[in-house]
């Protein structure tokens, strides 16, 4: 009796570790399912930004939700650096995410500095490792302290993803490149 009572319990626990085994895997197919899906979101919405037709202006459009991000009394998904996201069909109307998406929120970065006058614009000469600056934006073959939000060929950013995955707890992710567009 004791000896079936012993079997029974290895046995118990066995199918518990296998159960749990079970489990965990499924969870991280689940989680590798739903970054591979936010990794072709996010990869179509920078394709979108790279031909984006009206590329003289993606700067100036990217710039001022960037300002609105930081807006506090706004209600939204917030990073997790307290700004606001925002869906990409805010950045293009006709943007269309997987319903397993529907959290999905994202804020375009882009470097700014202070000119002259103190209005915040894009700049060449700023040093930010981040967005790979400094840089020549506008090649013209140098690098110099003009104001680059007219002229420039090249725009660095960087894109923070958020979604929240099947009710679980948000996750984040962000991606650095820059776009070349011709004016």
Do not use: C
């Amino acid at each position: 009796m004791i000896e079936s009572l012993i079997g029974v319990s290895i046995l118990a626990m066995a199918m518990l570790g296998y159960i749990s085994t079970t489990l965990s895997h499924q969870r991280l197919a689940e989680d590798a399912a739903s970054r591979t899906q936010v990794h072709q979101v996010a990869r179509e919405f920078l394709e979108r930004m790279r031909g984006d037709p009206e590329w003289s202006t993606l700067y100036e459009r990217v710039r001022a939700l960037q300002i609105q991000s930081s807006v506090a009394g706004l209600s939204g998904e917030r990073l997790d650096d307290g700004r606001l996201g925002f869906p990409p069909a805010e950045y293009y109307p006709d943007m269309v995410v997987p319903r397993t998406l529907e959290s999905l929120v994202l804020l375009v970065d882009v470097p700014h500095a202070p000119d002259e006058e103190g209005i915040k614009v894009l700049r060449e000469d700023v040093t930010a490792p981040e967005f790979g600056l400094p840089a020549d934006l506008n090649g013209d073959g140098k690098i110099d302290d003009e104001a680059r939000d007219e002229d420039y060929v090249a725009l660095p950013v960087i894109v923070t993803v958020r979604w929240t995955p099947n009710g679980e707890s948000a996750r984040q992710m962000r991606l650095s490149t820059g776009l070349r567009g011709e004016r």
